[in-house]
């Protein structure tokens, strides 16, 4: 039972490098969500989706695009990386869908990025 | 959309002593109101959440409480515990599938021994 799994854990890219973060979930839930977690801070809403076929913005979505591959993956891409960009990227989802707005949101263990 | 305030920003409390974090949130059509529990280098979990039915829900050491006409709801953990210490958010939530899930900016607690 691996809930939420992203990948990979840690990652040095220079800037302008470009790199796709990945996330699967194995709970049939029908919405994804990806975060950014600054030193100290809190959690930031990047693009999230409300089920398979949709995405959405969030609070900070310059700078990234996402896919929302099938119901079970939700992929982060940095085209063009800035140090700016340097935080940990948490994937998260809920089971979302027709009376399953109020429920629990699972996250994954977080992929720590580093821009130089 | 959502905005969503948590207060202290950072709480340190001596061992055995309680703890609270209140939560502000605007739109009022948010009927579920979840705490999650953040600890060093993991992604945050959920630790209890109320539903807007019901003011109060515990469970053993730690509480939420609920305000829905100020709209206000509240962690409390009594007896806190080393175990304690670590970063919580909450995450008001309006109902309808697909909304966006915003969290607070965090509560910081450090419990002393």
């Known amino acids: ?116 | 959309g959502e905005n969503v305030e948590q207060h202290p920003s950072t709480l340190s409390v001596q061992e055995g002593d309680s703890a609270v974090i209140k939560c502000t949130y605007s739109d009022s059509a948010s009927n579920y109101f979840p705490w999650y529990k953040q600890e060093l280098g993991k992604g945050p979990q959920l630790i209890i959440d109320i539903r807007s039915n019901v003011g109060e829900k515990k469970d053993q050491r730690i509480a939420v409480t609920l305000n829905k006409t100020a709209k206000h709801f509240s962690l409390h953990i009594t007896e806190t515990q080393p175990e304690d210490s670590a970063v919580y958010f909450c995450a008001p939530k309006v109902g309808a599938a697909g909304n966006k899930l915003t969290f607070g900016g965090g509560t910081r607690v450090l419990v002393k021994p």
Not at chain 1, 33 to 47: C, E, S, T
Not at chain 1, 64 to 93: D, G, H, I, M, W
Not at chain 1, 95 to 115: I, K, P
Request: charged share 15%.
């Open chain 1, 1 to 116: 039972n691996a809930g939420v799994t992203q990948t990979p854990k840690f990652q040095v890219l220079k800037t302008g490098q470009s790199m796709t973060l990945q996330c699967a979930q194995d709970m049939n839930h029908n919405s994804m969500y990806w975060y950014r977690q600054d030193p100290g801070m809190g959690l930031r809403l990047i693009y999230y989706s409300a089920s398979e076929g949709t995405t959405d913005k969030g609070e900070v979505p310059n700078g990234y695009n996402v896919s929302r591959l099938n119901k079970r993956e939700f992929s982060l891409r940095l085209e063009s990386a800035a140090p700016s960009q340097t935080s940990v990227y948490f994937c998260a989802s809920t089971l979302g869908g027709t009376g399953g707005g109020n429920t629990e949101a699972f996250f994954g263990q977080g992929t720590r990025l580093t821009v130089v």
